[in-house]
């Protein structure tokens, strides 16, 4: 599923990828099962799961293990992401809304309760002002 050679992937076709993802993850204490499919520049895709663990702190969610997935080998520019929580609709958490904005600001944001009924949003409307490196130069 990693790796997908083409680049205008469709919106539904990704969002497959994520509800499929799903079945890897690990999610004994929500039972909430998230999947995630990013789509670099280039035409990869790198999917994720959420990644529970008991300490509770040590959860990972399913868009950031997609993103560190990418940037481990190499990716960092990305167009989109779908993303599905038990099969439906599951919108970014606020930590992976920045995460992604680290290396992708203007990122395609797409979940829905079914692949015909996918919303596809901005990151950038999804998190006004997020923060950047450039932030901190206020001289
Ligand atoms: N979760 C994600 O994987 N992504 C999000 O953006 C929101 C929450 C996971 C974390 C936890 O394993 C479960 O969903 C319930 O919060």
Redesign the pocket.
């Known amino acids: 599923m990693d790796n997908n050679s083409e680049t205008n992937i469709s919106n539904k076709e990704l969002f497959r990828m994520a509800v499929e993802a799903e079945k890897n993850s690990y999610?004994p204490?929500?039972n909430?099962h998230?999947g995630?499919a990013l789509l670099s520049k280039d035409g990869k895709v790198f999917t994720g799961?959420?990644v529970?663990n008991s300490s509770l702190g040590g959860?990972i969610?399913?868009?950031r293990t997609a993103c560190t997935k990418a940037v481990s080998e190499g990716t960092r520019e990305f167009t989109k992401i779908a993303?599905s929580?038990n099969g439906g609709e599951?919108?970014?958490?606020g930590i992976?809304r920045q995460f992604l904005y680290e290396f992708a600001p203007d990122i395609r944001v797409i979940t829905g309760p079914d692949e015909d009924h996918l919303m596809d949003m901005s990151l950038g409307d999804a998190l006004p002002h997020g923060f950047r490196l450039e932030s901190c130069d206020n001289e």
Do not use: K, L
Request: aromatic share 16%; charged share 10%; net charge negative.
């Open positions: 999610a204490f929500s909430f998230v995630a799961v959420n529970e959860t969610c399913a868009e993303i929580g599951a919108w970014p958490c992976c």
